[in-house]
Structure formats: structure tokens, C-alpha cells
């Protein structure tokens, strides 16, 4: 098979047969008139066939965005890593800060996808833009990136889950005793749920998504409104004007900027909905908006609910001391003055990040299939097979159950390795997000003819494209740091080791083996064959 070629710079490459260049340039009105939708055109133009089936629409795909991402409900359980190094005032305007970030990033991203809506995303971009010496390798580790951040996402999304029903268990069982080993039981049985979605009720699935954007929104304020009205208040110069540093870091900046993992994990998936695209209609329109509409919704709700809890706090030590290990639902307990009603309001987040981890096996099972058919993956004439009938990735979202379950093992004998392992999810992605921004903005400020498609950011471009490598690499950077100085190796944070280790690895085996294999995102039909029936 050809190798897809680099429209956007006029220079056409294969690696087996030529492509010609009257095929790439076979848009003329009658031509594109041939097609049965502008989806199959600029698939075709891409050099790839429709295997998927296009269910998804506007509202199915936001909602799809914003329940994978559950910015308000995964703030919930995560922002006490802010609170002690920022503290209440570092939590906000870290917030804002990573916001802004993800913003610039996703509307980046919004821009590369109506220019190559496929499901491969980031690595299929980097591709297409980097110089020909270099694509075929920056392609190749950006694709690996992100394989391992989603492969990484499920097992850490089903892992949350598992425990939190534990600490559910915890709060109403008190002879209860919390083995690690439930949790990986746990984590199985929401595993199933997800399977079971994206196989046997995959049909259903845009519905659901839609049905869940709507329960997202409304679970907001079932949250919202008991907790401000009954737990008590605490003071706005708390909450606006208190910062702290556990961490004991030399400043107190120091401890803010390692404190922002905590929002910048609120927004991780961002880029879920790009690897969707291939099941959507009118992708190169309906993704783009989708994706700034997502961040724009969940950033709105994060802030809201990040207010209303250091509002409410209560008494922190007695939360963060919780057997239950998520302060929140000590916060919920302190508030109502109910197990039953903090059960329903804790229960109503289980439901919500149910439903996200349905949401993250689709999408990392896409983000495998899609590396696998253009040879990136070890097996991948079997990775990138379709089932016919229901034409789904079935292999696929096979394989990626198996890693989760084998994965969820290590947690029996230490949640610690465990939870280095699911580490690798915020570098993994913001690794990947990296090279196609940069080089989207090396064209543009080269002054290189981009074939830009119908969502373009125009003359934010160059501010949007340099805000988001100049976040990204703060955010990345700080995602390697400890929780506090002179860290045991139990308080290390072993992303740094197991993130170098997955690029080592990923470039060595591109060097032993991917080399000989991957030639970039594979050409499997043209315009003209498209137009034939071919």
C-alpha cells in the first residue's frame, strides 16, 4: 500500500507505488459531487477508506467530550494534591490557569482535525506537517505517546471507580476492611459495563452520550445546591488570598506550579472526541466546535464546583484523615450530616464516571485500531481488523480490556506500582500534543501554504499555537514532581522513570523494528478509485 502524502507542503511521497498527483488533486466540483458525502471525500483525500460506522452527531459528540473529560466530578477527587501545594488560592488560579492552557491546546487541535479529520489524530498530523527526513520517525513516537496515555487512561478511570465504591463500602460498613484486592475486583466489574457498551450496545452508544451530557449538567447542581445551602461557609479572603506549601519547596511559586497536576488531570481526554472522528458526521465541522464547546462547558462547571467546595471545606483534617481515602466524601458527610444523602450525592459521581470510562475505551481502542492500521503496532493486521457486520474495532477494544485487566493485577501487590503506571497519563497525552502544534506554528511562521480545512483559528493562530507549547511543556514539566521535597520511595512520583522509559523503549523499537514497517499513515484508496466504486 502508498503512504498518505503531504498535501499541505505539495510534496508527494509513497513507499511503494506512487501515488500520482492527478489522483491528490482530483477535487474538482463534478468530482467531489461523486462522493456520497463530504465525509467520504475527505477521507478519500486522505488516502483512507470508511470502515467505521458514522453514528455520532453534535450533541452525542459533545456530550461524548465532556463526559469523558469530567472535569467537575474528577476535581472532586483529586484537588487535596492542590490544596497542599497552592493551597485554596493556588487551586483557583492554577485552574484558570490550566483552562486557558487546555484551551489553546484543544483549539489547536480543533484546527489539525478539520484538516485531517481521521482517527489517528496527533500522530497522522505530525506526519503530515513534519519535514520528510523526519516524519516518519516524530510520527511513530508521537503515535506511541499517545497509545500508552489512553491505554493508561482506562486502567486509571476503572481503577477510580473501584475505589471509590470501596469508599462508599467504607462510609456505610464500618467492620468493613479495605482490601486492594476488592479494588481490583471492582475495577473488573466496571470494566465489564464498559465492554458491554462498546460492543453489544455500541449502537446505542451516541444516545447514551447524549443522555449523559444532559445528567452531567443536572448532577451538577444535585451537587451543587446541598452543598452550599447546608455545610458551613468559610471566608472569601480563605479561599481567594490563602496559599500553602506541604511540600516544604524553597518558594512558594515552586509549590503552586507542582500543585497545578491537580487541574491539569480535571481536563485530561481533551483530545477523546479526535479519535472518534471517523464515527461522526461532518467530522471536519462538528469535531472542532465540539471540542472547544467541551472545554468551554467543563471549564465553566470545574470552576463552579472548585468554588463551592473550598467554600465549603468544613474541617480539612478530619477530611483528608477519611477511611474512605476520598476527602470529598467526608466533606459531603460533613455538609449533609447524612450517610445516605452523601451515599446518593457520591453515588451520582460513581454513575457519571461509569459512564467515562465507557467513553475512554472507546476512544483508546480507536487510538490503537487507527496506529495498527498504518503498521504502527506490533500485530497489526490483527489490531486494525474490523468486524464487518457491526463495524467496530472489536480486536481492538478486545485487547484493550485485556491490558486494563492485567494491569489492575499489579494493584494487588502494590497500589503504589500501580499508581506509577497510571502516572504516565498526563505526560503520555501532553507528549503528544506537542509536535503538531509546534509544527503547525513552524509553517506558519515560515509562511508555508497550509491547506487549512473549513474550522480555522485565522490570525489567533500564532498566539494560540505558542501559548499552547509554552503551557503544555510547563504543565509536562511539573507533572514529574514529587508531592514535597526529599520524597521516600513511596511519596516519589515515578512518571518521570516510567515516561523516559516508554520513549526509550518507543524508539528503540522503532529502530530494531518500526523502521522496516511504519512509513506513516497508509494510503488505502484515492479519490479517483473512490469515485470508480473501486
Not at 89 to 118: D, K, N, R
Not at 376 to 385: A, E, I, N, T, V
Request: hydrophobic share 50%; proline share 4%; glycine share 10%.
Amino acid at each position: 500500500m502508498d503512504h498518505v502524502s503531504d498535501k499541505y507542503s505539495g510534496d508527494v511521497r509513497v513507499s511503494r507505488t506512487r501515488l500520482s498527483l492527478d489522483n491528490q488533486k482530483a477535487t474538482s466540483k463534478y468530482e467531489v459531487d461523486g462522493f456520497r458525502s463530504r465525509d467520504d471525500h475527505e477521507m478519500a483525500m486522505l488516502g483512507k477508506k470508511q470502515q467505521l460506522r458514522r453514528n455520532f452527531g453534535f450533541m452525542s459528540i459533545v456530550g461524548f467530550s465532556c463526559t469523558l473529560m469530567i472535569t467537575w466530578e474528577g476535581l472532586l477527587c483529586v484537588f487535596t494534591y492542590g490544596l497542599g501545594n497552592g493551597g485554596p488560592a493556588g487551586l483557583i488560579y492554577g485552574f484558570l490557569f490550566c483552562w486557558l492552557g487546555y484551551l489553546s491546546v484543544v483549539g489547536s487541535m480543533a484546527e489539525l482535525v478539520s484538516m485531517a479529520p481521521t482517527a489517528g489524530g496527533q500522530y497522522h498530523w505530525t506526519y503530515l506537517l513534519a519535514p520528510s527526513k523526519w516524519r516518519n520517525f516524530l510520527s511513530y513516537i508521537t503515535g506511541w505517546q499517545s497509545v500508552i496515555a489512553w491505554q493508561a487512561t482506562v486502567a486509571s478511570g476503572a481503577f477510580l471507580t473501584g475505589t471509590m465504591l470501596q469508599g462508599l463500602l467504607v462510609l456505610n460498613y464500618p467492620n468493613y476492611v479495605y482490601e486492594r484486592y476488592h479494588g481490583t475486583l471492582l475495577l473488573y466489574a466496571i470494566l465489564l459495563i464498559a465492554l458491554i457498551f462498546n460492543t453489544i450496545l455500541a449502537r446505542q452508544l451516541p444516545h447514551v452520550e447524549s443522555a449523559m451530557l444532559v445528567l452531567h449538567i443536572i448532577g451538577f447542581f444535585a451537587i451543587l445546591i446541598p452543598l452550599t445551602i447546608l455545610a458551613p461557609h468559610g471566608s472569601a479572603h480563605d479561599v481567594f488570598a490563602v496559599f500553602s506549601n506541604s511540600g516544604a519547596f524553597q518558594t512558594q511559586g515552586l509549590s503552586f506550579f507542582v500543585g497545578i497536576i491537580t487541574s491539569v488531570f480535571a481536563f485530561v481526554g481533551a483530545d477523546g472526541a479526535v479519535h472518534m472522528c471517523e464515527e461522526i458526521k461532518n467530522a471536519s465541522t462538528v469535531v472542532p466546535r465540539s471540542l472547544i464547546i467541551s472545554i468551554g462547558v467543563n471549564g465553566f462547571l470545574g470552576l463552579g464546583m472548585l468554588l463551592a467546595v473550598l467554600f465549603c471545606l468544613g474541617n480539612i483534617d478530619e477530611a483528608l484523615a477519611s477511611p474512605t481515602k476520598f476527602p470529598f466524601i467526608e466533606i459531603f458527610a460533613q455538609a449533609t450530616g447524612s450517610n445516605g444523602a452523601t451515599t446518593g450525592m457520591t453515588t451520582l459521581i460513581l454513575f457519571l464516571i461509569t459512564f467515562c470510562c465507557i467513553a475512554v475505551l472507546a476512544a483508546a481502542s480507536r487510538m490503537m485500531w487507527s496506529f495498527a492500521r498504518d503498521k504502527g503496532l506490533p500485530f497489526s493486521g490483527f489490531l486494525s481488523r474490523v468486524e464487518p457486520r457491526t463495524k467496530l474495532p472489536l480486536i481492538s477494544i478486545g485487547v484493550t480490556t485485556v491490558i486494563t485487566l492485567l494491569l489492575a493485577l499489579i494493584n494487588i501487590g502494590s497500589t503504589e506500582a500501580f499508581n506509577a503506571l497510571i502516572s504516565l497519563v498526563v505526560a503520555g497525552f501532553l507528549g503528544s500534543y506537542i509536535p503538531p502544534i509546534a509544527l503547525i506554528l513552524w509553517k506558519r511562521l515560515r509562511g508555508d501554504d497550509i491547506n487549512y480545512g473549513p474550522w480555522k483559528l485565522g490570525m489567533f493562530g500564532v498566539p494560540a499555537n505558542i501559548f499552547a507549547l509554552i503551557w503544555t511543556t510547563i504543565a509536562m514539566f511539573f507533572s514529574f514532581w514529587p508531592g514535597a521535597m526529599n520524597p521516600t520511595p513511596q511519596t516519589m512520583n515515578w512518571a518521570c522513570l516510567l515516561y523516559g522509559a516508554t520513549v526509550i523503549f518507543s524508539v528503540c523499537f522503532y529502530v530494531l523494528h518500526g523502521r522496516h514497517i511504519y512509513k506513516g499513515p497508509i494510503i488505502e484508496t484515492s479519490v479517483l478509485d473512490q469515485l470508480r466504486g473501486a
